[in-house]
């Protein structure tokens, strides 16, 4: 049996009931493997059994009070993954589906995907399985500062510095922080994604879905290039002028049809949770906001107010024909048969907006079919790769503008892409970029791990 084989039958024994850590675990297993059985030095220091067990597992209780004065008890987590290259770094999700299983499988990726930025910070993740929908202001107030009363006493500048995800938003950060300055009597970084009167950075609300963008675009221009004249028509343009599908319409999915539309793009769909709207004209974002972002609605309010939009509370975005397909929405959104829906549409690429948002059988089906595929570790790591940035200001007391931040965004993710490129064609196929993604983020969390000793 193989390293990899027996490092991965141990730990589906210790987390048989976790489907989406395994799935996460599967993924980079199975990608690595070139790198692992090239040198004993990964076996010999048992770099896999450690960077799948999280450095700890933080559970608790999170009580708080409905308006109506009855007691409420949720439970709180925080994974620690791994630290070998900075600070744990990560969101908070609020959400009933959240679990044990699904933050780890959170703050697993987080690991790699924060290594790919470059920038000195380390994997990890967490969360509530409660649910801000429908929740009054007082109620949202008052879990958010419950929650961090507990979770502060694990967190520092750095220590682990903890950011927005589903859920968690401007609002409920600033109460988090708040809370947090009130208990720590410590004005510090130790939240991402504030608001820019109290240390946020411009340019954060809209780095994921701008460097999802971003990086689709090196895609398709770096495949311009190797194809040369037998490129399919218009790939060298990058975006401009192609159509494209989001799901999602939360922060994620709203930037990145904003940068989509700018460069030249035409967004068609965006969804939640109820179901999805199509507009053959372009989604039209400030109608989108407004209900969002504003009035905290469902996204069918876009079809009442734009007389062009389709309302669909069955079947989902992929249906619709497109050149460019852009999941922004959850894990596991889009399956084997959207896969192949896209494909016999003739998509181009797909980049994953949302934490693994694809299947592994839809990911399979879609290199067979020479799509490309830029995965989430890479694709929706601009929002952790500007709450480092927003870091950095914080300890130099600075305020960038939003162009020096966004120019950043835009150097983080064409390095990405380059780092993601050259680990596919040394170890896999030139546009594996699943396998690109994870080689190159284990290779430098791994050489740190041996460095550091254990």
């Known amino acids: 049996m193989s390293y990899i084989q027996d490092v991965r039958q141990s730990i589906v024994a210790r987390n048989a009931d976790q489907p989406e850590f395994l799935q996460a675990v599967d993924e980079v297993l199975s990608t690595i493997k070139p790198v692992v059985e090239s040198d004993s030095v990964y076996k010999n220091n048992a770099i896999l059994e450690r960077i799948t067990e999280p450095d700890r597992q933080i559970m608790f209780r999170v009580p708080w009070t409905d ?97 927005g995800d589903i859920g968690v938003g401007g609002r409920e950060i600033g109460y988090m922080y708040g809370q947090y300055k009130r208990i720590k009597n410590i004005y510090e970084g130790v939240l991402t994604g504030k608001g820019l009167t109290y240390g946020g950075s411009l340019a954060r609300t809209e780095a994921t879905g701008y460097g999802l963008v971003y990086i689709v675009k090196n895609m398709l221009e770096a495949a311009s290039a190797v194809n040369g004249n037998s490129v399919t028509i218009g790939l060298s343009n990058g975006i401009k002028g192609k159509t494209v599908t989001i799901s999602g319409s939360g922060n994620v999915a709203i930037y990145a049809a904003q940068k989509v539309t700018e460069l030249g793009g035409k967004v068609v769909t965006m969804s939640d949770s109820n179901g999805w709207v199509y507009d053959p004209n372009g989604i039209n974002l400030d109608v989108v906001k407004q209900i969002k972002e504003i009035k905290r609605g469902r996204i069918k309010e876009y079809a009442d107010i734009v007389k062009s939009a389709e309302y669909h509370d069955n079947g989902k975005v992929w249906q619709v024909k497109c050149d460019v397909a852009l999941p922004c929405a959850t894990q596991n959104e889009l399956d084997v048969n959207d896969a192949k829906t896209l494909i016999k549409n003739k998509v181009l690429a797909v980049g994953e907006g949302a934490n693994m948002p694809s299947t592994t059988e839809a990911i399979n089906a879609f290199q067979a079919a020479n799509v490309l595929f830029m995965p989430a570790k890479a694709a929706n790591a601009g929002g952790v790769a500007v709450s480092a940035l927003e870091m950095s200001q914080n300890s130099q007391r600075l305020a960038w503008t939003f162009d020096e931040v966004d120019n950043k965004l835009k150097g983080i993710m064409s390095g990405i892409f380059d780092k993601v490129s050259e680990a596919a064609k040394l170890y896999a196929t030139p546009t594996d970029y699943v396998a690109g993604a994870n080689i190159a983020g284990f290779l430098k969390v791994a050489q740190a791990m041996i460095a550091q000793g254990v």
Do not use: W
């Not at 609020?94 to 910070?121: D, M, R, W, Y």
């Not at 649910?131 to 929650?147: L, V, Y």
């Open 67 to 163: 308006d109506n004065g009855n007691m409420r008890v949720n439970r709180g987590y925080r994974i620690q993954f791994n630290n070998a290259i900075g600070p744990y770094k990560g969101g908070l999700r609020l959400h009933p589906s959240v679990n044990l299983s699904i933050i780890k499988f959170l703050g697993f990726e987080q690991i790699f995907k924060n290594s790919l930025t470059g920038l000195p910070i380390g994997g990890g993740k967490g969360g509530s399985d409660f649910d801000p929908k429908g929740k009054s202001e007082r109620e949202i107030r008052e879990f958010c500062q419950s929650f961090m009363t507990e979770l502060a006493r694990h967190i520092g500048a750095d220590t682990d510095v903890p950011a």
